[in-house]
């Protein structure tokens, strides 16, 4: 489907042939009727621009009882009329420059009311003023009002900056016009997504909807009148120049999208931008005299981020030019976004200021003794944040060591700050478990935090040590990007390995065959590799047939040799032995598939799903499809290996909290790299979020490295971090609380905490769940009014986990009072252990319930011995009410109902 924006280009191409003697520009009569279709076969004000425009107001009114509005361009009707009651009763003072003259009596019109109840604003202390007039740049605002200077709190531009050349002074002007005092007055633009130069006057926020359309009904009068108003002019007819007018409505038709052949209308596509600008949007000048522009061609990997015209790309040499990098953002109540490999889509975003860390590019392996370190890795790697892949992997090698790492050697500090998938995580785990310390800069202060093992010679002068730096630590393993610019992570190492590499290609000739294949390969193949080795596997259509490939990857010691296991599938397989270097050439989508991918040749967009049982017919099934279906010859689906050491670490140990998966599926839509920017390259991105959506359902999480702003990715970020989603929310409040960080991986606002949390103490068997469900339900019966209450265990955590590691059966832990007392002593020492590990469980345990059952009023929380734990615990939920009621029984009591007295007590009862 093409875009509105393609439309206009094709239909202007097509009359550079006709005089300009024969172009009109359209009367005010004919934009009126252009416009009304246009709008009204749109949904874009319902779906987005009423939405923005909401949670923009909202702001504004925290710091102000009413607001002051000029709206430049309005149309026929304000986009003001169509806010909440409550917002709109809260608007003192409208006033409109709109200079169509069939506009502005409609306009008038629809804020016109002869009931005030009925008022669409009535909160106004006079009339709408309503200019029938451009937006003058040289006026000095509004001469007829003494009203805080002729100054507004909301300034307005919806779809009317078409046309207007000098986009910065008509932005600049309008800043003008905004209110000192309170500060927070905005300026909001709302555009189709042409390319929107504002010649480096940065956002103070903006958000997109990639996903509109528009549709208009297909019949001769109604295109020509629609295709005259995308274009901008009529043309009037000449016999030499031939039926134009024809020319125009079949290339609507041809271009735009039609359900089928008997669809009443044609749609196009309609993606929109907000842009949102306070008085800091000229700063820039400000950053520039302390930190060096990048200047010249810059370019990064992602082809979604080279579409992107940021306000200023910088390129800090050194953390103090970071630092002020942050500082000037905080002061100025700015985003930031940063560039690592460049392979995020959103690394890059229009009229925001990304830092380039490229300048930070040094690697060092450092040896420390073993008993200095909890992690009990002799060897560590200090890697910058400039680095990538490839380049750690070259030089750990050469010290024959490695870090379990992904397949690209582009990719840079957003792989590992966000998980890091690679042919070792069943050996060695994630990339971001193998992360023990780093050095990153505060998105609060700008100042420089060391967390976890930074060695003596890697802490830069005037670093320190924050409190809870153990959160913030927690935090960057799994979702780091979202919580401070990292300048290095310490690695914890292993011996470097080389691969065996064994390649199948199978062609899949039906449907039934294809699921047979794909249930063997996620079943018997894969769950008979060792943890030294993976399989993945490719879904994709090549020479005119479904094909299914397969590499195994077995690892070994570059001192030993490699043990080729046999595998039951088929035979005719390649086979080679390389190490981590000449790995990154030799994944098949690299040399085999179509092909090969390399070189440059082809653009992709991927989503990453984490799935369980590959086999089930409910996801081959899906999996199939997906490749019949999809929009262009080099789309496929690749499969990599989990499981091993990733599911053997704890859901909270890391933010990366989905473990339990089999397959990271990689939806990879690819297209042909001089098609970027087409109707080709969106249809790709098209179906990898619609194969997302229909994994969802049978999905264990998602992948969050590849999420940003884009609207589509908030559904799938909700799954990106399983149980561990309330916490992070809570730690972005407290290490980015200006949100500087906005535009990476989405975390959900942090719920609203219960009202009242009792804390129910006690010793084992003394009737601690038993009190809290008879309290639970004294509150809901009696408390006469609509009360949520609910009673749940602390310790339900800690024996999910144990059951994970030791193949215990969860359920009979909770229900069964005999099984659990055989198991208590095990119990204990698990905890005990965890507890060496993680000398804050209890709390971390304690705000996993608190956030997982913020939608109570009452919460009641048992399975806890500690005496009095109110004074040290209360600090952790400063909005609720903590009490603690501790249960007492005698210890005949206690014994008669399962407990045993000869064990030694602990908190896992």
Known sequence: MATLDELKQQLRKMATATPRAFRQPLSDSQYSVGFDLLRSGSTEYEEFIIPQLSQLIGLL????????????????????????????????????YEPNSIFVPRL???????????????????????????????????????????????????????????????????????????????????HRSEMLDFEQLVCHQTAFFPTGISKVADDDETLDKFASFVAGFTVQEADQYGDLRTDWRETCRNIGHRKTSLSKFVSFSSPNIMVA????????????????????????????????????????????????????????????????????????????????????????????????????????AIVESGCQTGDIIRTTMEAGLTVPLGARPSVGPGLWLQGGIGHLARFHGLACDSIIGAVVVSMSSGQIFCVGNVTKKHRPVGSIQPEKEEDLLWALKGAGTNFGIVISVTFKTYPARTYALRNWVTPLHNNEQAELKIAHFGKHVSESLPQTSSADAYLYWEADQLRLGITIFESCTVRSSPVTIEIDFEPGASSKTIDGVALFESEMYMSVMHGGHGG????????????????????????????????????YLHLLHGGGAVSKISTDATPFGCRDWDFACVVTGTWPRDQDGTEVARAAVDWAYEVSRRLLPVCSGFYGADLGPDPRDASL??????????????????????????????????????????????????????????????????????????????????????????????????????????????????????VKQRPHLLEEHLMKVVYENADVDVLLITGMREYAPVAMLSHLVPDSRLLDVRVQASRDARVRRGGFSTVAESRNT
């Open 717 to 834: 970020a909700a799954l990106a971090f399983g149980s561990n989603q309330p916490r992070l929310a809570r730690l972005k409040q407290i290490w980015d609380p200006h949100n500087v960080l906005a535009y990476a991986c989405p975390i959900p606002n942090a719920p609203v905490e219960a009202k009242l949390i009792i804390l129910v103490t006690g010793e084992s068997c003394a009737g601690k769940d038993y009190c809290a469900d008879v309290w639970t339900s004294l509150f809901v019966k009696h408390i006469p009014r609509s009360l949520k209450a609910r009673s749940v265990s602390i310790s339900d955590t800690t024996k999910r986990d144990y059951a994970t590691v030791t193949g215990a059966n969860f359920e009979r832990l909770l229900t069964d009072r005999v099984y659990k007392e055989f198991h208590r002593p095990a119990l204990t020492r698990y905890f005990s252990e965890q």
């Open 61 to 96: 009114l925290k710091s102000r009882s009413h607001i002051s509005v000029l709206e430049i361009g309005p149309g026929p009707e304000s986009v003001l009329v169509h806010l909440p009651n409550e917002m709109r009763q809260k608007i003192k003072k409208y006033v409109a």
């Open 277 to 380: 600008f306070t008085r800091h949007a000229m700063a820039l000048p400000e950053l520039l005299a302390q930190v060096p522009m990048v200047s010249g061609d810059f370019t990064v990997k992602s082809r979604e981020a080279r579409t992107h015209r940021p306000a200023c790309v910088m390129g800090p040499r050194d953390i103090r030019q970071v630092q002020d990098c942050v500082q000037w953002a905080v002061k100025h109540k700015l985003g930031l976004t940063v560039i690592g490999g460049g392979h995020s889509g959103h690394c890059i975003l229009p009229n925001i200021v990304c830092i380039d860390m490229s300048a930070f590019d040094k690697i060092c392996i450092v040896e420390e003794p073993s008993e200095n370190l909890a992690c009990g890795s002799k060897n560590l």
């Open 108 to 190: 008038l019109e629809s804020l016109s009311s002869t009931k005030e109840d009925e008022a669409p604003l009535p909160g106004l202390r006079s009339p709408p003023t309503i200019h029938e007039a451009t937006f003058d740049l040289n006026q000095d605002g509004e001469s007829n009002t003494t009203d805080n200077d002729g100054k507004y709190d909301l300034v307005i531009l919806c779809h009317s900056m078409y046309g207007m050349n000098k986009k910065r002074q008509i932005i600049e002007r309008s800043l003008g016009l905004l209110a000192e005092q309170p500060e927070g007055g905005l300026v909001v633009v709302f």
């Open 600 to 635: 440059g040749k082809t653009s992709s967009f991927k989503r990453c799903l984490l799935l369980k049982r590959i086999g089930d017919p409910k996801i081959a099934k899906i999996l199939i499809s997906a490749i019949k279906e999809r929009p262009g010859p080099l789309c």
